[in-house]
């Protein structure tokens, strides 16, 4: 595995961070270059050697290797998704563009069929169960309450102690899913099928896309919201994600309302959807620190009616420069 780390650390600009716990490096994002505005740091690739599996925590840049393939056909096809097809390793040495499809053979892109995993349960069937108690109160704590459970068809799993937020396409065929841990410790607190996330819109179902659209973060926003939103699934939208190109087609307003502290990532998406001609509102959090879900629908409600702001080019100019100045950007 030296090579592929070797080639790796050269083309990713050799400022590596090595994760010992997950066995993995991180490097700076090929695609988004995403700088931490907390810490500065700028290594948000997680890339395995080892299994060969890959994700930027910022814009959702993600992989694997598929079935019957090696590691090294895998770091083929992750250079070739960066941009970056003329830079391939073998075991044991660089090779030529032209030798590739000799010493590379990768399987045809296969669509993923997306299941719910067998031991979850529906809540608003259980909602008078021992054992679903638990999971019911974090989910009310959180200002969800059993209409949201059965309208979401909310499920929960007692054995892997995990609430479950099904996604489903605009044909209601599952598409994805978030399944959140209700364990205050646990190290993994989200797990999700191997779907890439640029590739699907989560419950666009229920998106009513003659209507203006809320984005928010995460899927306790969204439900909380009451609204015709669209969670992003984190706080970056990749300009090539069915989510934005579907925003661009409708030419819909939109209304921008991620978390109080990802505000310079927020004016990323902004300067985005703008530059395609769309109208762009956010919320002005101007100075509150909860997210919308610890709000609940009705402040967030009164907050919207009182903070909605409209994107304008010599706002997001002021910013971007300002952004400069910090060394954020």
């Known amino acids: ?18 994760n ?33 599996k890959y994700q930027c925590w910022y814009c959702g840049l993600s992989g694997k290797p598929k079935i019957n393939e090696n590691i090294y056909a895998s770091t083929r096809r992750f250079f070739n998704k960066i941009g970056k ?3 391939v390793i073998d075991s044991t040495n660089y090779v030529k563009e032209k030798d590739i499809n000799s010493i590379f053979k990768t399987n045809e892109e296969k669509s993923i069929s997306v299941k719910i995993p067998y031991s979850y349960k529906t809540l608003y069937d259980n909602v008078s169960s021992f054992l679903y ?38 044909n209601l065929n599952l598409n994805y899913y ?31 896309w003659d209507s203006e659209i809320y984005l928010v973060e995460g899927v306790f926003d969204y439900i909380s919201a009451k609204r015709n939103a669209v969670p992003i699934l984190g706080s970056y939208i990749s300009k090539n994600s069915l989510l934005f190109k579907k925003l661009v087609a409708n030419s819909n307003k939109i209304i ?5 502290d990802a505000t310079h990532k927020q004016e990323k998406i902004a300067c ?11 919320i002005d959090w101007n100075g509150e620190t909860r997210d919308i879900s610890a709000m609940g629908s009705d402040q967030f ?4 009616q009182e903070n909605r702001r409209t994107y304008t080019d010599d706002y997001l100019l002021r910013s971007k420069i300002i952004t400069k100045i910090r060394g954020f950007a």
Not at 5 to 18: A, M, P, Q, R
Not at 146 to 167: A, G, H, T, V
Not at 179 to 208: C, G, H, L, T, W
């Open 1 to 18: 595995m030296k090579k592929i780390f070797e080639v790796l650390n050269k083309e990713l600009s050799g400022d590596n961070v090595y």
């Open 20 to 52: 010992q716990l997950k066995k993995e490096y991180c490097f700076p994002c090929p695609v988004c270059n995403h700088i931490s505005s907390k810490s500065g740091k700028k290594q948000s690739l997680a890339y395995n050697i080892e299994t060969g």
């Open 85 to 87: 097809s003329s830079v």
């Open 133 to 170: 108690k638990k999971a019911i109160s974090y989910l009310e704590n959180r200002r969800i309450n059993e209409i949201d459970m059965l309208k979401y068809n909310i499920m929960y799993s007692y054995r892997d102690q995990r609430i479950l937020f099904p996604s489903y396409d605009e």
């Open 178 to 208: 978030v399944a959140r841990s209700i364990i205050e410790d646990d190290v993994v607190k989200y797990q999700n099928p191997p779907v890439e996330k640029f590739k699907m819109i989560f419950n666009e179902y229920f998106i009513d």
């Open 256 to 260: 921008l309302a991620l978390d109080p």
């Open 272 to 282: 985005a959807l703008i530059s395609e001609g769309l109208s762009v509102d956010y």
């Open 301 to 304: 409600d009164i907050y919207c």
